[in-house]
Every structure is written in structure tokens, then in C-alpha cells.
């Protein structure tokens, strides 16, 4: 069993046993509670301040992720990226991770900021779970997002890095995406558990809040 958990923006939890925290936040920097809990394995898609506070979730024994690597029998591999539109000269690049745990794939997109091309497309591949950016400012907007989503192959589509309560950043909120979806949207409130059976068979919008 799966335990997916938001710590809001682009901040999620998935455990079984290990530990995965990918993109922390110190919470106090952008307005929001910082995330509760401690990592096995840190995942940062970039050093900025709102995705690479690292100390917040780091305990004596974690190992922070910034290339492919297998551990435990975890499996992450790495894609490179860019947090704009000019090829990274205005933001810089990001890192795509894509894992599989427990025989479920996700793949979290970090700050995307452009659409990706084909070839990265056919290397993210066959996923069970995608995190996306959907607020815009700062990565792709709403309309960029959800296409991507209907070239992306994979059942879930979870948006993230939105505007929420108490967020201080300068981006829209998650309606402008979901209003755009022809998918099946579930609100699934802070945190979900789930077996490789619970996902759907068509593709669905798992909303979470914090």
C-alpha cells in the first residue's frame, strides 16, 4: 500500500516503509505550513528556495537525489528540463524524475516551464501517476499543462505549484485547469493510499489539499 501525501506546492510524500519527499519547502518562505514528516530519499528538481530546503525533511541517514539512481529497489531515473520557455537562460534548467515504487510509476515535473518535445514524452513513457505545474507565472499555465496531459500516457494527473490559501507567490489557482479537463476530476483531500488495483482505467484528476 502507497501512501501519496501533499505538503502543497510542488511538495509530495510517497511512502511504503522507505520514505520518498520530493521538492521540499521550509513552509515559512511562501506563506504555508512547512511538510511533517522526515525523508529516506530527497528528490530536488531544482535549487530554488521554494523546492530545495532540504533540511526540513532530512534526517541523519537520508540520501538526497539529483541523478538516476536505483535504491532499495526503488527505481529513479532523471530527465533534464527548463524552468522557461528560452531553453533555461531566463530561470535555468530543472530535473524530471520519474521513480517506480511498489510497481506504480510517477513522474514529477517539477517547475516545467515549456512543453516538453516527443522525445522526452517517449522517455517519460507508461506512467501510473503524473505531478504537473498548473499555476503559471513561473511554469507552464493551465492550457500548457493540460496538453501536455493528454500527450503524457498515464492515469493519473495530479496538479500541484497553484495557488492556495496563504501561498504568497504570484500564481493563478487550480480552476482555470480543472475547467479545462474532460477527465474525471476526484478530490482526494490531503493524502491517499492505494494498491497498483486502486488506479483507474481510464484517466482521472486526483485533486489534493492541504
Do not use: Q
Not at 513561473?138 to 495530479?158: P, R
Request: include cysteine.
Amino acid at each position: 500500500m502507497i501512501r501519496i501525501r501533499w505538503h502543497g506546492h510542488a511538495c509530495f510524500e510517497i511512502a511504503n516503509g522507505k520514505v520518498i519527499v520530493i521538492d521540499p519547502h521550509d513552509g515559512i518562505s511562501i506563506g504555508i505550513p512547512p511538510p511533517k514528516t522526515k525523508a529516506d530519499i530527497i528528490l530536488v528538481t531544482h535549487d530554488h528556495f521554494d523546492h530545495n530546503k532540504v533540511r526540513e525533511v532530512e534526517k541523519e541517514e537520508s540520501v538526497v537525489v539529483r541523478e538516476s539512481k536505483e535504491i532499495d529497489g526503488i527505481k529513479i531515473e532523471t530527465m533534464k528540463a527548463y524552468h522557461d520557455k528560452n531553453e533555461g537562460r531566463k530561470r535555468g534548467e530543472i530535473t524530471i524524475f520519474k521513480l517506480e515504487y511498489e510497481g506504480i510509476k510517477f513522474c514529477h515535473l517539477g517547475d516545467l516551464g515549456h512543453i516538453l518535445n516527443d522525445e522526452t514524452i517517449n522517455k517519460i513513457g507508461e506512467i501510473d501517476i503524473l505531478f504537473i505545474p498548473v499555476g503559471g507565472v513561473f511554469t507552464v499555465d493551465a492550457k500548457e499543462a493540460m496538453e501536455l496531459c493528454k500527450k503524457i500516457n498515464t492515469k493519473v494527473i495530479v496538479p500541484m505549484h497553484y495557488k492556495i490559501e496563504g501561498l504568497s507567490l504570484p500564481i493563478e489557482g487550480v480552476d482555470a485547469f480543472l475547467d479545462l479537463s474532460d477527465f474525471y476530476v476526484r478530490y482526494v483531500a490531503n493524502e491517499i493510499e492505494i494498491e497498483r488495483d486502486d488506479l483507474p482505467k481510464e484517466k482521472e484528476v486526483w485533486v489534493f489539499s492541504l
